[in-house]
Structure formats: structure tokens, C-alpha cells
């Protein structure tokens, strides 16, 4: 009789018994892309200087953007235009913004 009322209670949800019950949430620029914007992106008139906020204190960590054209790696990989946040998949997954 103890064995059969322990089955009527339902099993926890996979992964919520030693924590939270939220579900994985992946990467959720996936589907959103095309409207992504971004307020101020460097170097779209031009090559433009740019530096680390964090860094300022240690030693100056400046680089230049240039997002005249779109991201290449080997044309232009100096751009930080908006869709480079977008993870592509291969070859360049973890292209930085």
C-alpha cells in the first residue's frame, strides 16, 4: 500500500529537484535578427577610434572599427556593425561585436 501511494505523486520536472525549473534558454537572438538595431555603432562614416572603458585604468586598450562595409575576415575585419552580434554559425560562431 506505501509503495503504490508514492507512485501517484508526479516525478519533478528534469533538473528542478536540485534547483530552479527554467528551462534552458539558448540563444535568444535566434529568430530575431532582422530586428536588431543598435543607437550608435562605430565607424560608419569612417575609420574611428574606439576604447575599453574597463581597461582605462591599467593601460590604454584603444582599437579602431571601421563599419563602412559589413564584417569579413579578411576584408574588413574591422567592423562592428549591429548583425555581428548575431552569432553566425561556421566558420566564424564567435565573432565578436
Do not use: M
Not at 525549473?21 to 530575431?32: K, W
Not at 543598435?38 to 593601460?59: D, F, K, N, W
Amino acid at each position: 500500500v506505501l509503495g503504490g501511494a508514492l507512485c501517484q505523486y508526479p516525478e519533478p520536472p528534469h533538473g528542478c529537484s536540485l534547483g530552479s525549473c527554467y528551462p534552458v534558454t539558448g540563444d535568444l537572438l535566434v529568430g530575431r535578427a532582422e530586428r536588431l538595431e543598435a543607437s550608435s555603432t562605430c565607424g560608419l562614416r569612417g575609420p574611428q577610434p574606439y576604447c575599453i572603458v574597463s581597461h582605462l585604468q591599467e593601460e590604454k586598450k584603444c582599437f579602431v572599427c571601421d563599419s563602412r562595409r559589413p564584417y569579413s575576415a579578411l576584408a574588413n575585419p574591422l567592423s562592428h556593425r549591429v548583425e555581428n552580434a548575431v552569432p553566425a554559425f561556421a566558420p566564424h560562431r564567435r565573432k565578436a561585436w
